[in-house]
């Protein structure tokens, strides 16, 4: 797009928490994708894979994270606040974005001594149970987006704002017609045509060690003949020892080249759950216990209606078993095409253009 | 030009870009604690009270909390920080000189890296384990937003010894050759 008409567009800055995996940045990027064109999205991530916020077209600043910041929360605030408040007044956004469980006070204050025109929380709706309550009030935006689970079709629960708050079907990074078939798939990541992959994604391992089960899960997987192919995350700190024979990938979004594979084994965040439901690969979920969504539940939701296995995988005799189940899966049902809503981030992308529309009509 | 040189032209020109910062910035998006909003009443008198005590120098005002640029997962390192200044640096030619820093990391005698960049590769600073500080550049009407921040920045570490990246790509640095204090 030319510089002089996207200068034109109206800006939503979309700012990411960093959490236990690339999720949150993922669903940002998700909105990004729907709104290039009809806006200027630039992102304000606490992840720090900025190079892929770039590599897929969009402008970004990073602060790090304050999970990794050894700084106070009052100093990490009143930085974020003063960071945010410099961006803002040079992209002069319409509309900005919180994608994440906890709003931050630096957050807040810049939003309000900006003067930001239109905020929007975006968030989960599956927490684990007893997860303590956020202190942050929802009239304090003009729209708050719930991420719904499978089988969720849009739904308005409060019409009114400031308080608007919509549910959404679950987000996708990328269109369909985005993500590379079987063939492609492999030729773009150089694995043979007639190999049989095995595609892992533990996740970063920056909150919990996977080292142990995920190197049980390689030895289950090459005794029946696998190959396997492990991702390494964009914002993992360190990498795990790789046995021999392990193929390393740095590939994101990895939905892209999923279907490069026979099975998937992963963490059951919401993004790689979406993932696995778009692109139709059978999947083993070892549900991350330390994050605060519950990956259990939604891991168990997905494998009800999708080929998908769960399981912790913490000792040798439930690896075995999760992989003969994962492996008979999938026997049964590779490439079964899957009819679930997975608009959540057109209709994210409505929402938002929406707002923007209704503060230049004010 | 030697690496003294080279160090001394480079602290100069940070604390020029620190001149040039916006004194107002920090007043404007100053941290309010908590939003009164979600106060009770009694806890907004309290507060108010204390706010009228401190401007008759009556109470001591809260104490500024320090910026600590280390990271979680770095332990042990210390907490004084340096500035490796990298704006304009080759991608190549940055993972050279951080490779060269790491190498120097004895001479660093307890001070901790932070990493001023416009690069973007992070998939390798990660790896690093240093606070890295982004100066990206922004199409209009932000383009000027790279040398808004990197003021800013520059004032932010007024206090912190700089470096260029050449002090890492250099042979044989010897420690007291960074200047590091």
Known sequence: MAEVEKRDLPCVVLFNINGSGMGHLSTCLAYANRLQGRARP???????????????????????????????????????????????????????????????????????????????????????????????RESGFDLIIQLGELGTSFSTQREVMPGRKVTIPPVTLLRDEAILDRGNARDSLGLDRDGRYALFSLGPGNLKDISGIGRGLIDEMKKHGYTVVWTRAPISASDPGLPDGVVSIAAYPLVRVMRAFDVFVGAAGYNTCCEVLQSGVPALFVPNTMVSDDQTGRAEMVAKAAPAVVSPCETLAQRTDAINRLLALQVRERATPLAFDLGGAERAADEILRLITSARCE | MTLAEEIEVL??????????????????????????????????????????????????????????????????????????????????????????????????????????????????????????????????????????????????????????????LREGVRPEELLLG
């Open chain 2, 11 to 168: 602290r100069r020109q940070l604390l020029k870009l620190a001149s040039e910062s916006e004194p107002l910035l920090a007043a404007r998006y100053a941290l309010r604690f908590p939003p009164p909003e979600q106060l009770s009443t009694y806890r907004r008198f309290r507060l108010a009270v204390g706010h009228t005590l401190r401007a008759l120098g009556l109470r001591s005002s809260r104490p500024i909390e320090p910026w600590l640029t280390g990271l979680r997962h770095q332990e042990g390192k210390g907490e004084q920080p340096f500035i490796i200044w990298a704006i304009g640096a080759d991608r190549d030619v940055l993972r050279q000189a951080c490779r060269g820093f790491v190498s120097l990391q004895n001479a660093w005698s307890g001070r901790i890296p932070v990493l001023v960049t416009d690069v973007a590769d992070f998939a390798y600073f990660s790896r690093l384990g240093w606070l890295v500080e982004y100066v990206p550049t922004l199409s209009p009407p932000a383009e000027h937003y790279a040398t808004r921040k990197a003021r800013y920045l520059a004032w932010h570490y007024r206090d912190a010894p700089a470096l260029p990246i050449s002090a890492g």
């Open chain 1, 42 to 136: 630039v992102l304000f991530s606490l992840a720090s894979a900025i190079e892929m916020i770039h590599e897929m077209g969009f402008e970004a600043d990073y602060f790090v994270s304050r999970f990794w910041s050894r700084a106070t929360a009052w100093a990490w605030d009143r930085q974020l606040a003063l960071r945010l408040g410099m961006l803002f007044e040079r992209v002069r956004p319409e509309v900005v974005v919180f994608d994440g469980t906890w709003p931050y006070r630096g957050f807040l204050e810049a939003a309000r001594a900006y003067g930001v025109p239109r905020l929007v929380w975006s968030n989960l709706t599956l927490y684990k149970m007893g997860m303590r309550k956020v202190p942050v």
